[in-house]
């Protein structure tokens, strides 16, 4: 499938019910469908009924933050692929940086996860992106080639089609510090061509890889103008309908 531009808003764990429904009804009303997707990442309360919400519209899309690999059992607080199924989950987002952090998630278990979310057919959005003193050392892009080989590579090429990536580096998720659009390009080439080189140009070319990392309305037409950048995931600015609507629209808008 050829790539699609996509804003994809992480909600992490932020609004309460009411609050979230409300959110999930204004992005309805002010977001005008394009070819574009957007996706809905919220917390599991709302998956459901934000399902309902969003039920019909060929442009939106909704999204877990996370998943169980196993298909059920004792797994006190977790939450598995067919729970997520039975509410309209189509994506699930894996890896981000603060499940590696917090909840020590390994490439090696996200592997797994990769593979459980695929066995259901939904769609991984898979995070990588490296820590400042990673940056500054000047390894970033072993490093996050390390995250992709390792949690992704070993898949077949048709599997592989259907894994969306966002690269997120870790000291621009929710400082107000962006990725310039070149850091940005640079970064998405890179993964581009890690593709092209496990898989083919083809496969690469398919691959819809996502900027993350304090995407704001006054940031995404640069961002998202850059030829390897195919949206964004997005944290707080997610969290407004007036802004992620603003981001969202952000597509085409550039000159570049
Ligand atoms: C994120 O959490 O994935 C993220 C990019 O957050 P923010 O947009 O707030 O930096």
Known sequence: MPRK??????????KNYEE???????????????????????????????????KGQPHLRLAAQ????????????????????????????????????????????????????LENGLTPIFCCGERLDIREAG?????????????????SAEDFGKIIIAYEPIWAIGTGVTASPEQAQAMHREIRQMIAGKYNATVADNCSILYGGSVKPGNAVELFGQPDVDGGLVGGASLKAEDFCAIYDAFGKSES
């Open 5 to 14: 531009n996509i804003a994809a808003g992480n909600w992490k764990m932020n």
């Open 139 to 155: 390894t970033h892009v072993s490093y996050v080639a390390d995250q992709i080989k390792e949690s992704l590579f070993h898949l």
């Open 20 to 54: 979230g429904l409300v959110l999930a009804r204004n992005l309805l009303v002010k977001s005008s469908a394009s070819d574009a997707l957007m996706i809905l990442a919220t917390p599991f309360i709302h998956l459901k009924e934000v399902g309902e919400i969003i």
């Open 66 to 117: 996370n998943c169980h690999p196993e298909k059920s059992g004792a797994y006190t607080g977790e939450i598995s692929l067919d729970m997520l199924k039975s509410v309209g989950v189509t994506h699930v987002i894996l890896g981000h940086s603060e499940r590696r952090e917090y909840f020590h998630e390994s490439n090696e278990l996200l592997a797994q996860k990769v593979n459980a979310v």
